[in-house]
C-alpha cells in the first residue's frame, strides 16, 4: 500500500478525487479535517504538512514514484527527531517557521496553502537565490562553502530521503548491489540510470 | 572461520607478546607465531572475527533505520572523529570511543583510532606504495631530522615478501621515486580519467598519472576472494579482498596452533627488569573487570599505533628509564609527523556525457611525486615533495540540480556530470618540538594518563600546500576541465591519518629511540614496528612500510634468539 492509498483508506480523502495533480492542495481545502494520517515523532501535525507539500512539489508522483509514495516526509521526520540534537532541531522549527512566513509576506499564504504552480514559482525562486554544495573529497566538502540555506538543505534532504528508500533505490535508479567487476568505459544507455549505491 | 584462542587465563608466560593487532601487530602475530613462537596478542577492544562480526557488510541504505544516520549520543561518543566525515552507522563500530580515550590537543590535532581486534586495518585507505632512497636518503641529504639507519636496499626484499602476502594490485612503472611492487592486476582507470592522464602526461613532461597501487585483491589469493567492486570496504569484507589483520595475518598466525589473542586488554606499561637490563613482559588492565594482569615473554613487539606505542613507552617508568622506557635519548614522544590532507583542485569535464561505468571501485588515480628529485630540478621555496591522489565519476551533487518537479525528477535519475579532482599528500618534516606528552591531569575511563600532543605544520609544509594548489589547479587546466576550483581545507595534522614518528629509529642512540631492527636502543628485546618507528614521513601512504619493516624486524627477532643474543 503506498502513501496515496494509505492516506485514501484511512478516510482522509474520501470523495476527493485522485486525479488532481496535489494531494496537499486538497489537504488545505478542508481545514477542518485531521491532516495527517501518521503521528510524527519531532514535527508539529502543521509542519508535517509543510513538509509533506515541500516534497511533494519537489518529487511528485509521475511515471514513477513520488517523495510521498516513498514516505520521504515521515522518514525526515525520523531523521530530525533521532539524529538532531535539541539545538538543530530548534533550528529546523524556526527554519520552517521563517519560510511560511516569507511565504505568507510574499504570496499571501503559507506554503501548504499555496497552489501548485505558486509553489513551483516559490520553489523556482528560492532555488536561484541559494548557494549550491561544493564538492567533496572523501566525505567532507572542500573550498569556502557558503551556507546553502534552509531551501537547498532541505531539498538535500528530500532527495536523500527519496533517493535512499527501498523503491527508488532498487525500481526507479539503477540498483547493482555486488557488481563484481569494474568497467570504466560504458556506453550510457547500457546502463540506464543513475546508480543508488 | 578461525576461533581464536582467547583464553590468556591459564598461561601468563609467552615466547612473545605484541601489543595490538593492526597493520603492523597483525603482521608481527604471523611472523612469529609461524617461527614457532608462542605469541600472546594483547588487543584493547574487542574480537572482531572475519566477517563473523561484520554486521553492516552486506546492508543497503534501506536496511538501516536511519539509512547510516547517527544519533547524539553516538555522535558524541565519536565527537573528535567525527571531523572527519568518514563515520556512519555502517562503520560506527570501528572507531574508537572518543569519550573514553581523551587527549588533548595543546595545538589543533586530529588522532583517529580503531581499537578492536584489527585496529584500523579494517578502515584503511589501502592505498600501498614502497617508498625509496629519495625518502630513505632524505634526512641526510637536506639535514633535517637524523639519517634513517637503513636505505631502500634493507627493505626491498621485505616489501617483496609482505606484498606477495598481502596482494597488491597495481601497474608496474620503474619510476626510481615509486620502486615497482610485486602487482597482481591493477584495476581499470575509467575513461574520463585516461582522458585527464593523457592531457596531463602530455602536457607535464615527468608526471604520470597511474590507478592507485592498493591492498586489493584482483585476482583470489591464497583462499581469499577477489574485489568485487561494492565499496564497502570499511565494514569489513566478506570475500577478505582487501588487506586487513582479520581477513589475512591473524587468521595465518591462527592457523600454526601458537596463538593466543587476548581481548579488552588495556596494556599499561611494558615491564623493565633493571637486574636483567632487559623487558620481562606487560601489564595490563582488563577493560571489562579493571583487573590488573601481568603477562611475561622474551621478547616484546608494540604495535599500538603511532601514538599508542608511545603512550606505552612513555608511561612505561622504572629506575632505569624514568622519563620512558627506551628514552635516553629524550626524542621519545618528538618528532610527530603526519601528510597533509585535502588541498588541491576538482573540476568538470565535457563531452562524456554518453559514457558510464560499472562497479564501485574502491580506488582512485595516483600522480607520484615529481618535484625534488634526485635527478631533477631542485626547489627554492621547499625541500621534500608531494604525490597526488584523486578520480573522476559521475557523482555530482543533485540537491544542485536547479530544477524542481517532474523536471527534477527526470534530471535526478540521470547520471550526474562527470567530476575529476586531485589532492595532495606532502611530507612534513620532523620537528624535535611536535611531540607528544603524558598527561596525569586527564585520565582516561581506566585511570590511565593520557597524552597531550602538540603538533603543527610549520613553513615547509605550508611551502609544499601552497606548490600543490598551484599545480593541481594548473594541471587540471591544462587537462582542459572546466570550473577548476583549488581548495585547502587548511586541516592541521592527524586528519592525514598517517601519524608517525616519536620512537625513531636511528643510528645513533643519543638522538633515537630505535636501531635499524627496531630494537629499542637499550633494551633490544623490545621491538616498535608501526608508525612510531618512522625517521621520516615520506609523502606516500606508510602502511606497506609498517609491514615490510615488521616482517624484517620479526625475522631479525627469532634470529637473535636463536643466537640467545635476547
Known sequence: MNRREALRKTGFLAGASLAAPSLLALLQSCQAEPRLDWTPEFLSDDEAVFVASFVDTLLPTTDTPGALDVKADMFMDKIWAHTYDEAGQQAVRADIAKFNADCTASYGKPFAELNEEDRKKLMLEAEAASPTFNGGVWGTAVGEQKPVGFYRSLKSMAIWAYTTSEKVGTEVLTYDPIPGGYNGCLPLEEVGNRYSL | ?566
Open chain 2, 1 to 566: 572461520m578461525p576461533n581464536f584462542n582467547i583464553d590468556a587465563q591459564k598461561e601468563v608466560t609467552y615466547d612473545a607478546i605484541v601489543i595490538g593487532s593492526g597493520i603492523s601487530g597483525g603482521w608481527a602475530a604471523k611472523e612469529l607465531c609461524e617461527k614457532g613462537l608462542k605469541t600472546l596478542v594483547l588487543e584493547r577492544g574487542p574480537i572482531v572475527e572475519h566477517v563473523k562480526d561484520y554486521p553492516t557488510m552486506n546492508l543497503d541504505p534501506w536496511d538501516m533505520e536511519l539509512r547510516g544516520g547517527l544519533t547524539p549520543e553516538e555522535k558524541a561518543k565519536h565527537y573528535k572523529t567525527m571531523r572527519t566525515g568518514f563515520i556512519g552507522k555502517d562503520t560506527e563500530h570501528f572507531w574508537a570511543n572518543d569519550e573514553e580515550n581523551p587527549y588533548t590537543e595543546v595545538k589543533p590535532f586530529l588522532w583517529v583510532r580503531g581499537h578492536q581486534m584489527g585496529g584500523r586495518s579494517l578502515l584503511w585507505g589501502k592505498q600501498t606504495y614502497r617508498w625509496s632512497d629519495l625518502d630513505f636518503e632524505a634526512n641526510a641529504k637536506d639535514g633535517n631530522g637524523v639519517d634513517w639507519p637503513i636505505r631502500y636496499a634493507d627493505i626491498a626484499p621485505w616489501y617483496t615478501y609482505v606484498e606477495k602476502f598481502a596482494g597488491i594490485s597495481g601497474e608496474a612503472l620503474g619510476l626510481p621515486q615509486l620502486p615497482d611492487s610485486h602487482f597482481l592486476p591493477p584495476m581499470e582507470l575509467n575513461c574520463v580519467e585516461k582522458h585527464v592522464k593523457a592531457r596531463i602526461e602530455e602536457s607535464f613532461p615527468g608526471r604520470n598519472m597511474i590507478i592507485g597501487r592498493v591492498a586489493h585483491l584482483t585476482e583470489p589469493l591464497n583462499g581469499r576472494g577477489k574485489c568485487q567492486y561494492r565499496n564497502r570496504c570499511s565494514r569489513g569484507c566478506p570475500y577478505g579482498a582487501y588487506f586487513s589483520s582479520n581477513a589475512v595475518t591473524l587468521p595465518a598466525a591462527n592457523a600454526t596452533g601458537n596463538l593466543t589473542i587476548r581481548p579488552y586488554s588495556i596494556v599499561q606499561s611494558i615491564v623493565y627488569d633493571d637486574q636483567k637490563g632487559q623487558a620481562t613482559g606487560v601489564r595490563i588492565i582488563d577493560a571489562e573487570t579493571n583487573e590488573d594482569i601481568v603477562y611475561n615473554a622474551r621478547i616484546i613487539f608494540c604495535n599500538a599505533s603511532a601514538l599508542g606505542s608511545t603512550q606505552i613507552l612513555l608511561n612505561s617508568t622504572s629506575s632505569r628509564f624514568e622519563n620512558g622506557l627506551g628514552n635516553d635519548s629524550g626524542e621519545l614522544g618528538h618528532n610527530l609527523m603526519d601528510h597533509t590532507y585535502r588541498v588541491g583542485a576538482m573540476g568538470k569535464v565535457e563531452g562524456f556525457d554518453d559514457k558510464y561505468y560499472k562497479g564501485r571501485r574502491p580506488n582512485g588515480i595516483y600522480i607520484p611525486r615529481y618535484v625534488n628529485l634526485q635527478d631533477g630540478p631542485q626547489s627554492d621555496k621547499f625541500v621534500r615533495g608531494f604525490g597526488f591522489q584523486g578520480g573522476g565519476g559521475r557523482g555530482s551533487n543533485p540537491a544542485n540540480l536547479p530544477a524542481v518537479g517532474a523536471d527534477l525528477k527526470a534530471q535526478l535519475v540521470q547520471p550526474g556530470s562527470w567530476e575529476f579532482f586531485i589532492t595532495g599528500f606532502a611530507e612534513c618534516l620532523p620537528y624535535h618540538e611536535n611531540k607528544v606528552t603524558l598527561n596525569h591531569d586527564v585520565l582516561d575511563k581506566w585511570g590511565q594518563p593520557t597524552l597531550s600532543i602538540d603538533a603543527e605544520f610549520k613553513e615547509n609544509e605550508l611551502a609544499l600546500n601552497r606548490q600543490i594548489q598551484i599545480d593541481a589547479v594548473e594541471m587540471l587546466e591544462k587537462a582542459g576541465l572546466k570550473d577548476v576550483m583549488g581548495f585547502d581545507n587548511q586541516h592541521p595534522p592527524g586528519y592525514g591519518i598517517h601519524e608517525m614518528g616519536t620512537a625513531r629509529m636511528g643510528r645513533d642512540p643519543k638522538t633515537s629511540v630505535l636501531n635499524g631492527f627496531n630494537q629499542v636502543h637499550a633494551a633490544k628485546n623490545v621491538f616498535v614496528t608501526d608508525g612510531a618507528c618512522m625517521t621520516s614521513s615520506s609523502c606516500v601512504n606508510p602502511s606497506l612500510t609498517y609491514m615490510a619493516l615488521t616482517a624484517r624486524a620479526a625475522d631479525h627477532a627469532v634470529s637473535e634468539l636463536n643466537k640467545r643474543n635476547l
